[in-house]
């Protein structure tokens, strides 16, 4: 378990002071997996350095399972650092040194015997699916082996929480896929806690359980993935379940007011829009949908356009009263501007620059 | 071809100067490469933003190495080093004594050379070293060091192919070796078999430095 309390992180920048974290506090149980997302800009990278003890927090707490990280003494941070293993976005590998001797490097470092360190090094290595490449330099080995090598190098210390940073934005998205498999398995069969750091909404689809949306160094929403993709409101649903632009409207089409309507879980089973229509004796228009399966759980987004006579009050009320998120859509012409499979759209974040973290 | 052997110079005294241009280049080479590689390690690690900063004193040693090398030209430091080489030798004459100005002014440009393939190390590299516990140390060995290795040879044999034509010019200011035997006999007494072999020695002694070093480094190379 990994607690974050009220952390701040101030950067001196000549005269001007750079608030890096405004109060970031989160709390992961042991053995699930979370993601924070944001843009870079968003304070992803000082998280990261703040978490590890890369960089000093200016104020506020880390711990893990209870012990402090932030305010251990600079003789006792190495100690802390082991219970952290790290994964990177380039995987970070020592050119010089073999698949095997990589992994084998953080047990060098606190003088683990060599048979010792032989056993664990094959024990690791298959675990994360290696096997035969102990003698491979991380230049014969794919984006993906590289990472799995990273991984493996990550849990040598017996670490209690695993940091992965942008761990698959370098890699295609099959081989994405394996890395997240891969760090899901792990998780449960290593009660890990995880903490995902990315850019890309379909990581936190695919293996968080919660998520949290970092915005300009503060977490502006959090919860369980259910919960967030359940909220209508939320930036993260959107994000989640996106929707193609609204704008134009095919011009044929009927003159009617525009909903959104969000199916979670059981309701997401049941027909309910020809209820709508039955009941109100109406027309509906589908405009765009997103449907998507999130934490096991069912999700779909819908755009819909009613008959221009509809009464727009009487179906949100119908809609609420089955437990399905609904309301008229912010306005025909604003465009929603999400691509799906894309990563996080521009407009879930306030502002910062698109594109990756390195 | 005969006039090469029967050339009385360089039967007598060609050998000598091979072997006091191999003392010269072997020793300096020696003391730069012991000297000049933690200096730069330590430029590197206490610049700011390195992993132990020191504004400092960085500041002041890089000046020195700088105007070592950048604004004293060689040849005037190493007749300015001769007091120095007399206290630490006992001698002003002789390979060992030149070695010692030679040392001095290779060191600063090995140490900048050292200075350079460290910076080149992914700092990706060092975070993953000191994520996982590596004290500073271990980071300077394990990482910086032995990553760079293929650039640190590399730096070396530069530095020592530097000293070949170094210590020619050392020749001249009573270290011997071959540059002293080409001003004295190719120049002095326009002796032009004694100026050829010279430079042809010279010319071989580089490319053997140069291809022993080049295969070592891409030996070592595993990117």
Known sequence: MITVTDLRKVYQQGKKEVVALDGVTLSVPK???????????????????????????????????????SSVKDSEIRAARRRIGMVF??????????????VAHPLELVKTPKDKIRTRVAELLKLVGLEGFENAYPSQLSGGQRQRVGIARALASDPDVLLCDEPTSALDPATTDEILDLIQDLTK??????????????????VCESVSLLSRGRIVEHGALRDVAADLDSKLARALLPLPSSEPLPGALQRGPVLEILFSGASA?????????????????????????????QFGHLR??????????????????????????????????????????????????????? | MNDIFSNPVLAKALPEAIIETLQMVGISSFFTVLIGLPLGVFLHVSAPGGLRPMPVTNRILSDVIVNITRSIPFAILMVALIPLARALTGTSLGPVAASVSLSIGTIPFFARLVENCLRDVHHGKIDAAQVMGSTKMQVINKVMLRESLPALVAAATTTVVTLVGYSAMAGLVGGGGLGKLAYNYGFQRFDVTVMLVTIVLIIVLVQVIQLVGERISRGLDHR
């Open chain 1, 31 to 69: 053995g699930s997996i979370h993601g924070i997302i944001g843009h870079s800009g968003a304070g992803k990278s000082t998280l990261v350095r703040c978490l590890t003890l890369l960089d000093r927090p200016t104020s506020g707490s880390v711990s893990i399972d209870g012990t402090e990280l």
């Open chain 1, 89 to 102: 976005q380039h995987a970070n590998l020592m050119d010089s040194r073999t698949a095997a001797g990589n």
């Open chain 1, 189 to 206: 069969r290593l009660q890990l806690t995880v903490l995902i750091i990315t850019h890309e909404m379909n990581v936190v689809k695919r």
């Open chain 1, 269 to 297: 089973k049941e027909p309910v829009l020809t209820g709508v229509a039955r009941h109100f004796d109406i027309d509906i228009n589908v405009l765009a949908g997103s449907v998507e399966t999130l934490g096991g759980e």
């Open chain 1, 304 to 358: 819909v356009q009613l008959a221009e006579n509809a009464d727009v009050d009487a179906v949100l009320a119908y809609l609420h009263e089955r437990g399905i998120a609904a309301k008229p859509a912010a306005s025909a012409a604003a465009p929603v501007p999400v691509a799906a499979g894309s990563p996080l759209p521009a407009s879930v974040l306030a502002s910062g620059e698109q594109g990756g973290n390195s």
